[in-house]
């Protein structure tokens, strides 16, 4: 079982910055592919940003130029760092993990999700 823990959100002013972290914990695997997504009030989860285990990434149209994801595989960590932030950025910031078990592709594994909110 694989457990992931998010932390780094809150509240912060339009143009501020934030550094989300992602930790996952548990015995048996290696981690593969690693997403932030982000669901706002009444609208659908929406995928952020992703990278691939040797470090490749790839982010939405949103968010380019503004939020960075990195990974420190010896931490099984994911972190995005968010910058330029704007009110429409507010929402549940949830991380995603894909797992690789004994070299066959295991489960995808969900954090609990971290508010973040860009107010005046």
């Known amino acids: 079982q694989v457990q992931l823990v998010e932390s780094g959100g809150g509240l912060v002013q339009p143009g501020g910055s934030l550094r989300l972290s992602c930790a996952a914990s548990?015995?048996?695997?290696?981690?593969?592919?690693m997403r932030w997504y982000r669901q706002a009030p009444g609208k659908q989860r929406e995928l952020v940003a992703v990278?691939?285990?040797?470090?490749?990434?790839s982010y939405a149209d949103s968010v380019k130029g503004r939020f960075t994801i990195s990974r420190d595989n010896a931490k099984n960590t994911v972190y995005l760092q968010m910058n330029s932030l704007k009110p429409e950025d507010t929402a549940v910031y949830y991380c995603?993990?894909?797992?690789?078990?004994?070299?066959?592709?295991?489960?995808?594994?969900w954090g609990q999700g971290t508010q973040v909110t860009v107010s005046s």
């Open positions: 548990g015995s048996g695997f290696r981690l593969d592919a």
């Open positions: 995603n993990a894909e797992t690789v078990v004994g070299g066959t592709r295991g489960d995808d594994y």
């Open positions: 990278i691939n285990r040797g470090g490749s990434t």
